[in-house]
């Protein structure tokens, strides 16, 4: 009834699913490309958090010796250089004011 013997719907219904099934299949290549992008951005800022962390734990550890020497009785050869160094920063600044 209506449809004849000629059977042109079912070829146009193919080729819409075919073309569906490939905008599909793009959709997911896009979505997989766009995930491995952020993994490797992700995996780039834990890397530089590591790498800040590792610093951090470096220059704690050598304020810690600091400490430790002072509480000793010396003080560290560092120390004093951070001390001068303020120091004269200080008579820049006064020496700046006058």
Sequence with gaps: YGRGSSGGGSGSKRCDMRAKLERSRQSARECRARKKLRYQYLEELVADREKA????????DMYRQYFKEMDEGNIP??????????????EQQIAQQK
């Design 53 to 60: 962390v590792l610093v951090l734990r470096h220059e704690l």
């Design 77 to 90: 050869e560092a120390v004093l250089q951070i001390l001068e160094r303020e120091q004269e920063e200080r």
